[in-house]
């Protein structure tokens, strides 16, 4: 569904979410509030390609810090020179890359969600996150 979430720089950055619910806004970059376009994501899609064989960084990481934030996330990500480069190679920063692929996830799980037997439309998504879930759809639908 989503070739760039799948890529190991977007396994990184979410790498915390599930047990840090503070990483989806702080500083201003709120992926609720995040619109997406067709070219960030391919430019996303590009950088997870071109960093698909990248090992593990998070499992070489020797400190404990847990990243607590889309500023966090994306200081682990500048932390590794080779990540750095694909991005700035795409024109992306960290934050920038963060942001989006929790809100292309965000857009996702909604995808996936509205397809199950009696499912209802998100309530309380935000104009924002609403475009998302569409583009993502509609992106889908083209690859098919």
């Not at 990483?23 to 996303?44: I, K, Y």
């Not at 024109?91 to 996936?112: D, Q």
């Amino acid at each position: 569904m989503l070739r760039f979430i799948t890529g190991a720089l977007a396994l990184f950055a979410l790498a915390f979410l599930d047990t840090h619910p503070g990483a989806w806004a702080t500083g201003g970059t709120d992926p609720a509030t995040f619109r997406l376009t067709s070219e960030l994501l391919d430019r996303m899609e590009a950088v997870a390609a071109e960093l698909k064989d990248l090992p593990d960084v998070e499992a070489q990481n020797d400190d404990d810090e847990d990243a607590e934030s889309v500023d966090d996330i994306a200081r682990k990500m500048d932390a590794h020179p080779r990540v750095r480069a694909a991005l700035a190679r795409h024109k992306l920063t960290s934050r920038e890359y963060v942001t989006a692929a929790l809100a292309a996830l965000h857009a996702g799980m909604a995808l996936a969600v509205e397809k199950a037997p009696g499912a209802q439309a998100p309530e309380g998504f935000t104009p924002e996150q609403r475009a998302n879930v569409d583009l993502l759809r509609a992106r889908q639908k083209a690859r098919r």
